[in-house]
């Protein structure tokens, strides 16, 4: 079945490091790709998504691009701070229907 | 605007008791949506209300498990008998639209 696979953490960085956390998918087609954020306390946010392959969703700084060459949907961020610290959820959903199919989140900590 | 609350934030009881969950969605979303993330798992979709009616419950894992949602407001997911392995954060979601679902903070259930 369909799947979303992401980084283990936590990574921590240091304030204003480069981030990457990595996300594939397995799937039959091409889904729209969506990341969501989770502060502590608070519930899923969507943070950016790309409907269509070779998009680019971009939010708050973050960024990742829909690559179906290699079915991946990294989330970049050129300078974190601190108050990127969070869970980071990759998903997928199919045209025509409601629902989510959701990575196992990263947990990131930023350092200052 | 107030966003997506669950209550309890937190639910502690004995393997065979009966738990009900609350979602109150925003206000003027036609969409709710359950979620359920196990032991640090994905979030798996439960099941999706289009006001009243269940519009997709094939995330629901069995029987023991009852989702309501009265006069298309708030909802309730009630767990009769729970078993240990229903132990969990349970998420609520609502959206007007497909792509933008608001999550509530979660309720945590353990079941001991």
């Known amino acids: 079945g369909d799947s979303v696979t992401q980084m283990e953490g936590p990574v921590t960085l240091s304030e204003e490091a480069f981030l990457t956390i990595n996300c594939t998918y397995t799937?039959?087609?091409?889904?729209?790709l969506f990341w969501y954020v989770q502060y502590p306390g608070e519930g899923l946010q969507l943070l950016l998504k790309?409907?269509?392959?070779?998009d680019k969703g971009s939010n708050k700084g973050f960024e990742a691009t829909y690559r179906k060459e290699t079915t991946s949907f990294h989330l970049e961020k050129g300078s974190v701070q601190v108050s990127d610290s969070a869970v980071y959820f990759c998903a997928l959903m199919w045209g025509g229907t409601y629902k989510y199919i959701f990575g196992t989140g990263t947990r990131l900590k930023v350092l200052a | 605007e107030a966003g997506v609350t669950q209550f309890p934030s937190h639910s502690v009881i004995e393997k065979g008791q009966t738990v009900t969950l609350r979602c109150d969605p925003i206000?003027?979303?036609?969409?709710l949506y359950w979620y359920r993330r196990v032991m640090g798992k994905e979030i798996k979709f439960l099941l999706h209300f289009v006001k009243e009616s269940k519009q997709d419950e094939s995330g629901m894992p069995n029987n023991r498990f009852l989702a309501e949602r009265t006069g298309g407001t708030y909802s309730t997911l009630k767990v009769q008998p729970a078993e240990l392995e229903d132990s969990g954060v349970y998420f609520c979601?609502?959206?007007?639209?497909?792509?933008?679902?608001?999550f509530g903070p979660g309720t945590r259930l353990t079941v001991t």
């Open positions: 790309a409907t269509k392959a070779d």
């Open positions: 206000s003027g979303h036609d969409n």
């Open positions: 979601a609502s959206s007007q639209v497909r792509y933008e679902q608001y």
């Open positions: 799937a039959t087609g091409y889904p729209s």
